[in-house]
């Protein structure tokens, strides 16, 4: 339990980092639209931060997300189970999720890696910014998700193993 513990911390501060990073995206966004529509000057560079801070919140807010238990499922179905049955459920599913997030991560960490490697740039606007930052941000995130769904994994046998219909969850709040 103390390692779906520290996993469940791990995941709940990148989410707090995560929401954190809304104020950067909303400084830039703000910026750039204010150049554009007041003063009739755009900059390539704006387009290009928000979409890379939004795209890190997104994909390092995915454990958070996981860990708070935001993701979409079908309820109609999913509340009909009993808990065992709940706890059978979530353990096949967040297998699964390991079973996916693994070679995402290694890919993933092999696509970073040769971002860094040819000193990769964007070209999405001319500011040609490095692409590696943003690459790595990807097997991050597949770890980050991994990680969480391992904790919710070992989470739902220590259910099944106890016979409670307790959630073997702390309060996250901080």
Known sequence: MKFVNYI?????????????MIIPLIMV??????????????????????WMIYGAQL????????LHNGHV?????????????????NIGLYASVVAVMIPLTWYGI????DAWSVGEKLSTT?????SGPS????????????LQS?????RNILILKNNSGNSLRKNHAT
Do not use: C, H, Q
Not at 29 to 49: E, H, K, P, Q
Not at 77 to 82: A, C, E, F, H
């Open 59 to 66: 994909m390092i807010g995915g454990a958070y997300t996981l």
């Open 126 to 130: 001319d500011w040609f910014f490095p």
């Open 135 to 146: 690459k790595t941000i990807i097997p991050l995130a597949f770890f980050l998700i991994g």
């Open 110 to 113: 092999k696509f970073a890696a």
């Open 29 to 50: 966004v703000v910026y750039g639209v204010t150049l554009r529509y007041i003063f009739n000057v755009a900059l390539g560079w704006t387009y290009d931060t928000s």
């Open 150 to 154: 391992l904790s919710e994994v070992i």
């Open 73 to 89: 499922k079908i309820d109609i179905v999913y509340d009909t189970l009993s808990t065992r049955r709940k706890s059978i459920f």
């Open 8 to 20: 469940d911390k791990v995941s709940e501060w990148t989410g707090i980092i995560s929401m954190w």
